[in-house]
């Protein structure tokens, strides 16, 4: 089962690249609201490494991690998506597909998080990125 965010930005499609691949801009927006991002890994190349580390206010952190499988600059993100701790589904390897489209002066983000196991972790993280992204609004 897949998970389909979309939202448009008033920012370039680069500038959302960088925002999607640069670690210190990615501290800023990488959880859900109300979650902060200590430490992060974000090696943006065909089989480099990425790992996110989300703090809950009580000090709760849930940790995913993955590997880049394409790189388009501007145009495209994939990912692989694995959770270590503090998700539900942590035997379960997910992909992760962000496009990047231009619409006029603004960008669409089409984010595509496929290989969720049952509706409810479909809603989950929907839920999740959708916060996310609202989150990268404000940083971009």
Same mark, same amino acid.
């Given at each position: ?12 499609? =680069? =500038? ?22 200590? =430490? ?12 996110? !580390? ?34 539900? !589904?942590?035997?379960? =390897? ?14 669409? !983000? ?11 972790? !479909? ?18």
């Amino acid at each position: 089962m897949e998970a389909v965010i979309k939202h448009t930005f008033k920012a370039t499609p =680069e =500038e959302l690249f960088e925002a999607f691949t640069d670690p210190e801009i990615l501290k800023n927006w990488y959880a859900p609201e109300g979650m902060s991002v200590p =430490e992060i890994l974000a090696d943006a190349k065909v089989g480099g490494k990425h790992r996110v !580390v989300m703090q809950a206010p009580d000090g709760r952190k849930h940790i995913a991690n993955g590997v880049y499988k394409e790189v388009v600059p501007g145009k495209k993100l994939v990912y692989t998506w694995q959770w270590e701790t503090g998700g539900d !589904v942590q035997s379960v =390897e997910c992909l992760i597909t962000v496009e990047f489209n231009p619409r006029g002066d603004q960008t669409e !983000v089409i984010m595509t998080h496929s290989g969720l196991p049952n509706q409810k972790e !479909v809603d989950m993280h929907t839920h999740g990125w959708s916060s996310c992204l609202a989150r990268l609004e404000k940083v971009i």
